[in-house]
């Protein structure tokens, strides 16, 4: 079993929807990290988090430590937010990272 | 400019040959990673170095070898190249006292034949 588990591993929504990826970790850990994915391949950091929740612009991280699970959610989302989000959990000294979460919005 | 850059972006080489993939920041990160990535597998450490002195393996370091010739230059090297290297490789940097958040170069993608 991965120590780091997303679902869904695809997700296609209609423009406006709201969407919710989820993670859920095996390992303790300092910190949990989202990715993202771009079409073309570059990867880029949206949120890291250890507690609580974080707000970007329409993107929303939430994490439960208790329960190991992390949830990332897009409100309003766009065909623009279609990329590979990727759940990465810190459990020194490396990073691990789920398998990702290929998202497609359509118009 | 990118803060992380790679160099070659693509590569085909014949099995056997001797690689090498170039990273080079310009964040002033200690902290430097090489992954690689398989379809379904996500992202994997191959190696990682704390700083100029200092190198360690990772999850799947067969096969490889890295220099870290100054602070923000990372190399990682494959001696003789197999079919099964095939993959997208990224290079990353992160900060010592912020080393979960790390910031990645845009990928190489490596196809062995």
């Known amino acids: 079993k991965n120590e780091v588990e997303q679902s869904p591993q695809n997700l296609t929504a209609q423009e406006g929807e709201f969407i919710t990826i989820n993670c859920s970790y095996s390992v303790g850990i300092s910190a949990l990290h989202w990715p993202q994915q771009h079409p073309g391949g570059g990867i880029v950091s949206l949120f890291m988090l250890s507690s609580g929740k974080k707000k970007h612009g329409r993107l929303i991280a939430t994490i439960n430590i208790q329960e190991k699970h992390s949830s990332l959610h897009i409100t309003a989302s766009h065909p623009r937010d279609s990329a590979v989000y990727i759940c990465a959990v810190f459990n020194p000294p490396r990073l691990t990272f789920g398998e990702g979460t290929q998202l497609t919005v359509n118009p | ?113």
């Open chain 2, 1 to 113: 400019d990118a803060d992380v850059t790679q160099t070659p972006r693509n590569r085909i080489t014949k099995t056997g040959k001797r690689i090498m993939l170039e990273c080079s920041q310009t964040k002033g990160h200690d902290r430097m990673y090489w992954y690689r990535q398989d379809p379904g597998l996500g992202l994997r450490l191959i190696y990682y170095s704390f700083d100029v002195k200092d190198i360690n393996k990772g999850e799947i370091s067969d096969g490889y070898s890295v220099s870290r010739q100054a602070q923000a230059k990372f190399s990682l090297s494959l001696e003789s190249a197999i079919p099964n290297q095939t993959a997208l490789y990224f290079c990353a940097t992160s900060e010592s006292d912020n080393f979960y958040e790390q910031y990645f170069g845009p990928g190489t993608r490596l196809t062995v034949t």
